[in-house]
């Protein structure tokens, strides 16, 4: 019986040792991603170029400064610095990203499906949430935290979970955000259920929202936009 349990265990630590909650880890110096659409090996990540052409350049990316163009329906926009910008990113497991947002703009309900998130505003009045998974137990099941930033205040948001930040202020809101993941990946919910191509049925959706066909027929027929 002991010797059953202590295999259990054994089993149980190797499982956990070969799962990995981030991206894997780099197995050289740098690995910068070469830039062709076209390349012909399909690799979890991107190839890498050759190392002696590597430069500095390759590391760097600007205009972090520049605020994004918040005109849009949401008044939010996200913008980018992941391995498609800054290519040294590859294998490293890290991007960044600013997020802009007018009087009430919002970054509608979204995840990420690899990484998690931990945002500093340095300017405005956000107001930012999550909501923990199903099975979660019984107290915590789709329970939503929220929390309400001022310039200097930080906050993170698990991986996978549906999150989202609204401008709760009169002022423009300016946030940056790290995520741990060379190439994040964004699930705009709204955008996924409402918004795929080709659509999702009309009886999937009416029996997943109880509510009836025009209503999803409504929301299927709505221009579902993207801030980033
Ligand atoms: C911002 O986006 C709007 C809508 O696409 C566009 O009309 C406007 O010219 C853009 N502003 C700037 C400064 O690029
Ligand atoms: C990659 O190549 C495309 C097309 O040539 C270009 O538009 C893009 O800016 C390049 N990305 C980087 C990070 O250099």
Redesign the pocket.
């Given at each position: 019986m002991a010797i059953r349990f202590l295999l259990a265990i054994a089993i149980v630590a190797l499982a956990s040792s070969l799962s990995y909650a981030s991206d894997p880890s780099p197995l050289q110096d740098f690995c910068v991603a070469v830039?062709d659409s076209k390349a012909a090996v399909f690799v979890n990540g991107k190839i890498c170029k050759d190392p002696k052409t590597v430069t500095a350049d390759d590391f760097f990316f600007s205009g972090l400064n520049k605020p994004g163009n918040t005109s849009n329906p949401l008044g939010s926009k996200v913008t980018p610095v992941n391995v498609?910008?800054?290519?040294g990113l590859n294998t490293l497991g890290i991007s960044l990203a600013r997020i802009d947002y007018a009087p009430s703009g919002l970054n509608p309900p979204h995840t990420h499906p690899r990484a998690t998130e931990i945002l500093v505003v340095v300017e405005g009045t956000l107001y930012v949430g999550f909501v923990t998974s199903n099975p979660a137990n019984p107290d915590q099941k789709n329970k939503l935290f929220t929390k309400v930033l001022y310039p200097g205040d930080v906050f993170a948001f698990p991986e996978g979970l549906i999150h989202f930040q609204f401008n709760a202020g009169k002022t423009n809101v300016v946030a940056f955000a790290g995520l741990s993941s060379q190439n994040p990946g964004v699930i705009t919910i709204a955008n996924a259920v409402f918004g795929s191509d080709p659509a999702i049925s009309i009886d999937v959706l009416t029996k997943a929202f109880q509510v009836d066909a025009n209503l999803i027929k409504y929301l299927q027929g709505q221009f579902w936009m993207d801030n980033n």
């Open positions: 830039n498609n910008q800054l290519p």
